[in-house]
């Protein structure tokens, strides 16, 4: 089993004919992901990479039966794109498109709270399920199929700990990017809930930074949930000075409780194995799942 996507999940591409839709696209496809078409308004009925291209989501839905999609459209119409394809009944959303302005999340965000679908991101690289689907823009050679689950606010951080684990001997179930912007879809708990209660996943990557508090909520639940699935988390940031933002835009420390050390002593207290380098991410799995 796998969480969020897999080898029977219907996948289009919003911003499909752009020239980032259209690299990725054509490394999903590569991949062997299910891709059934894509979206560009105004140029509905065309082909592109051998798939239908649709001017609208909820026409993708109808004709080849859409139940994913990843949005590769522009900053200022991505808000926009989000809440179109979860008004056509798309069941997860993957938001790549980086710098939305916050107002536009924030309606967004709210938009799709009555709606029937989950959105990962924005300003993420993804989801994989290794060998079933490739659905975003992380190098789907480094990741292969096993046990281990991955959730991360940061991409390269993803590939690297999935990295780290294949070389172990071992593999991924489901890497989750789930994006460092202050307004995201899905949160680190959610992502973890989900490969906690995922029956094939053995053991649990949580990669998280400064800023915000959503390390410490999934700790807590993962506390409180009772679960003897281990966890390995790391918290990327010790030395960024306080109340400057790094890299992502929800990366800034607000208060005591935002820093690394912070972090990092919640989820010891949780009783998750927490390392102090991306280095020693792939030997502590092993460790704990062997």
Not at 75 to 82: E, G, L, S, T, V
Request: hydrophobic residues 40%; contains cysteine; proline residues 5%.
């Amino acid at each position: 089993m796998s969480v969020l996507v897999n080898k029977d999940s219907k996948i289009i591409v919003q911003g499909f004919t752009g020239s980032e839709g259209t690299f990725h696209a054509e490394q999903m496809i590569e991949y062997g992901t299910n891709v059934v078409g894509g979206v560009t308004p105004g140029k509905g009925g065309q082909e592109h990479l051998g798939k239908p291209v649709f001017n609208t989501v909820e026409e993708a839905v109808e004709k080849v039966g859409a139940d994913t999609t990843i949005i590769f459209v522009p900053p200022a119409f991505a808000a926009d794109a989000i809440m179109e394809a979860a008004d056509a009944g798309i069941k997860v959303i993957i938001t790549i498109t980086e710098g939305i302005p916050v107002a536009d999340m924030v309606k967004a965000y709210d938009y799709i709270q009555s709606k029937d679908c989950r959105l990962i991101g924005p300003n993420c690289p993804g989801v994989i399920t290794p060998e079933e689907a490739k659905v975003g823009i992380m190098p789907g050679f480094v990741f292969k199929k096993g046990g281990v689950g991955i959730v991360s606010k940061s991409g390269t951080l993803t590939y690297e700990a999935s990295d780290q684990v294949v070389r172990q001997g071992l593999g991924i179930s489901t890497a989750i990017g789930i994006g460092g912007d202050p307004i995201i879809g899905t949160t680190t708990k959610e992502a973890l809930e989900m490969l906690v209660n995922d029956p094939e996943t053995n053991c649990v990557v949580m990669i998280g930074e400064i800023g915000g508090q959503l390390e410490a909520e999934a700790a807590k639940w993962y506390k409180e949930s009772g679960s003897e699935k281990p966890v390995v988390g790391f918290i990327a940031g010790e030395t960024a000075p306080a109340g400057r933002t790094m890299g992502h835009a929800g990366a800034i420390v607000g208060g005591s409780d935002d820093t690394a050390q912070a972090k990092k002593k919640i989820m010891a207290d949780c009783g998750i194995h927490v390392v102090d380098s991306p280095a020693e991410i792939g030997k502590k799995v092993k460790e704990v799942v062997s």
